[in-house]
Every structure is written in C-alpha cells, then in structure tokens.
C-alpha cells in the first residue's frame, strides 16, 4: 500500500525517498536476510549523499 506524506504549510524543504520493503521478501531465511542487508546499504548510501549534498 502506497502511503501519503502528511501536509504541513511550511516554508521548510520536503525530502522523500522510497526504499524497497526487505519484510516483502520471499525465500529461504538467507535469501530474506540478503535482502534486510541489501536496503540497509541502499539506506546507509543514501543517507551519506544527503549529508553531504545538505548539510
């Protein structure tokens, strides 16, 4: 299910990034476990961009 952000009137920069959800993975617990590591990469990258693209 796709969710909304909630609306807050503000001035303030809206950042948003999708990440795969490892919980949807199939297979064997190994196979499941690859997947928890793969978005714990795709989210550690993506917050080392952001700092240094933003802060």
């Known amino acids: 299910m796709k ?21 949807k993975a199939l297979g064997t617990e190994q196979e499941i476990m690859q997947q928890f590591r793969l978005v714990r990469e795709e989210i550690k990258i993506y917050c080392k961009k952001f700092v240094e693209q933003n802060l």
């Open 3 to 23: 969710e909304n952000c909630p609306y807050f009137p503000t001035a303030a920069k809206v950042f948003h990034h999708n990440f795969s959800d490892p919980a």
